[in-house]
């Protein structure tokens, strides 16, 4: 099981690329026995524990050796990347000045995604975690929560195949509209990055983003060592 997290971190760092990313030292290589050592404050999690098992169909043994690993923690998202995107570009006001997008649409934070690996046998773990989210004045993602499972068989001595299955909730993605005053014509909401062009006020709300992320990931994996 252990390895198969290994594999995962290597998989997600090949298709981050720029995201930055941070990881736990000593959490790859430390084998399988790192998966089964007693947690310090095992009694604490033990209720929890056996509520996990009771819910996925697992014996109340198996909580007694169930451990928790970190599987990655990483910022950004392609949410994120839209969000910064928005601000690109600006406005000329009549007297000649610029205004920038960049100012409704720059964030001090931006999204990190925790993920973690609990043991339920040798062969099977939950995998969960969450997503903080982000915000500026003008768009918000919102916090999210991620769900699944890994589990993994062995078709021959030196073969490996792995499934693991999450699904996230949360996380969307929602621009906010500005307050414009056109003078005779009165007071409007609009979509900030429209209000100086020739669309009506009223239809550039339809253009206001509203996305959601990726809502279900499956992930098959099989190896054989030589």
């Known amino acids: 099981m252990h390895a198969i997290v290994a594999r995962m971190i290597r998989s997600q760092a090949a298709v981050r690329g720029a995201v930055a990313t941070w990881r736990w030292p000593g959490l790859v290589g430390r084998g399988a026995?790192?998966?089964?050592?007693?947690?310090?404050?095992?009694?604490?999690?033990?209720a929890a524990a056996l509520l996990l098992c009771a819910f996925v169909g697992a014996s109340p043994a198996a909580a007694q050796e169930m451990t928790t690993s970190l599987v990655d923690i990483h910022q950004g998202s392609p949410l994120s990347e839209r969000a910064r995107g928005l601000g690109n570009g600006g406005y000329e006001l009549q007297d000649g000045s610029w205004v920038s997008?960049?100012?409704?649409?720059?964030?001090?934070?931006?999204?990190?995604h925790v993920d973690f690996l609990t043991q339920l046998t040798e062969n099977s773990g939950i995998l969960w975690g969450f997503g903080t989210g982000e915000q500026?004045?003008?768009?918000?993602?919102?916090?999210?929560?991620?769900?699944?499972?890994?589990?993994?068989?062995?078709?021959?001595?030196?073969?490996?195949?792995?499934?693991?299955?999450?699904?996230?909730?949360?996380?969307?993605?929602?621009?906010?509209?500005?307050?414009?005053?056109?003078?005779?014509?009165?007071?409007?909401?609009?979509?900030?990055?429209?209000?100086?062009?020739?669309?009506?006020?009223?239809?550039?709300?339809?253009?206001?983003?509203?996305?959601?992320?990726?809502?279900?990931?499956?992930?098959?994996?099989?190896?054989?060592?030589?």
Request: hydrophobic content about 30%.
């Open 33 to 46: 026995s790192r998966m089964r050592e007693r947690s310090d404050n095992r009694s604490g999690s033990r």
């Open 101 to 112: 997008f960049n100012r409704w649409y720059h964030s001090n934070w931006v999204d990190m």
């Open 136 to 226: 500026a004045e003008k768009y918000r993602i919102a916090p999210s929560l991620k769900l699944g499972f890994l589990t993994q068989t062995h078709p021959s001595l030196n073969s490996t195949l792995s499934l693991s299955v999450t699904s996230t909730f949360g996380g969307n993605l929602t621009e906010k509209p500005c307050v414009a005053d056109y003078g005779d014509l009165g007071t409007y909401s609009v979509n900030c990055r429209l209000a100086a062009g020739e669309t009506a006020p009223e239809e550039t709300l339809k253009y206001l983003v509203n996305a959601t992320p990726e809502r279900l990931r499956l992930w098959l994996n099989y190896r054989v060592t030589f």
